[in-house]
């Protein structure tokens, strides 16, 4: 069954790639977590106005395997916002040739905390 994408721009997206498969054949799961960090990374440095670092996978979820081809699209929203820290709610969805037509899938759900941090690498309000 084919979903929607979502209304919204995504955050990222990016192609699977044969040098991505894991043993299995699959695109490796490390693989879409970089790319989950690197999307909820963006929406949390806009948040903060500034640098952020990662802190905490707080949940991550694989829902169905990303293919070799599959386009891959990564969309992320800010769920809340601490003193220095801002979680982020990632959803990622695929685009792929089945049977010789397009469909999209949902494939992975993902929460991740990032802290807002100074030049002294410390960590800072978020305004």
């Not at 693989?31 to 996978?57: E, H, N």
């Not at 386009?71 to 992320?76: F, G, H, N």
């Not at 002294?120 to 305004?127: H, M, Y």
């Amino acid at each position: 069954m084919s979903h929607k994408l979502p209304d919204e721009h995504a955050i990222l997206r990016i192609m699977a790639r044969p040098n991505d498969v894991n043993i299995a054949g699959d695109i490796f799961g490390g693989w879409l977590m970089s790319q989950c960090d690197i999307a909820g990374g963006i929406v949390a440095s806009r948040r903060a106005s500034g640098r952020v670092v990662t802190v905490a996978v707080k949940d991550f979820r694989f829902i169905a395997p990303v293919l070799v081809s599959d386009i891959v699209s990564i969309y992320a929203d800010v769920i809340s916002v601490g003193t220095s820290s801002v979680s982020i709610s990632i959803d990622v969805y695929v685009e792929r040739r089945q049977a010789g037509e397009e469909i999209i899938l949902p494939v992975a759900k993902a929460e991740i905390v990032y802290v807002h941090i100074n030049d002294a690498r410390q960590p800072t309000p978020i305004d």
